[in-house]
Nanobody, 118 residues
Framework: QVQLVESGGGLVQAGGSLRLSCAAS????????MGWFRQAPGKEREFVVA????????RFADSVKGRFTISVDNAKNTVTLQMNSLKPEDTAVYYC???????????WGQGTQVTVSS
């Protein structure tokens, strides 16, 4: 049974930083892409960033380029999203996901709330 468990959300002031982690288990993810998505109240879920399990390739949404970084620890089966220079518009529930391509995600975590106050 595949599980993706996010942690690290919380409340932070604008300009601050947060680090989200996603612990993956239940299968081998070596051929998978690990992504982070977010959904703000009243809005559709949107792509934030993704990384290949090897860590070689990454993709970022324009809105987070230069502020967010992503990394993968293969030994710990953990994906980390480092969020810096946070803005109120980054407020959302953040979801970890795993998929076999950049566009298709098969597994999802339960989400973790990130709130950025102005």
């Amino acid at each position: 049974q595949v599980q993706l468990v996010e942690s690290g959300g919380g409340l932070v002031q604008a300009g601050g930083s947060l680090r989200l982690s996603c612990a993956a288990s239940g299968r081998t993810f070596s051929s998978y892409y690990m992504g982070w998505f977010r959904q703000a109240p009243g809005k559709e879920r949107e792509f934030v960033v993704a990384i290949s399990w090897s860590g070689v390739s990454t993709r970022f949404a324009d809105s987070v380029k230069g502020r967010f970084t992503i990394s993968v620890d293969n030994a710990k089966n953990t994906v980390t999203l480092q969020m810096n220079s946070l803005k109120p518009e980054d407020t959302a529930v953040y979801y970890c996901a795993a998929g076999r391509s950049w566009l298709t995600y098969d597994y999802w975590g339960q989400g973790t709330q990130v709130t950025v106050s102005s």
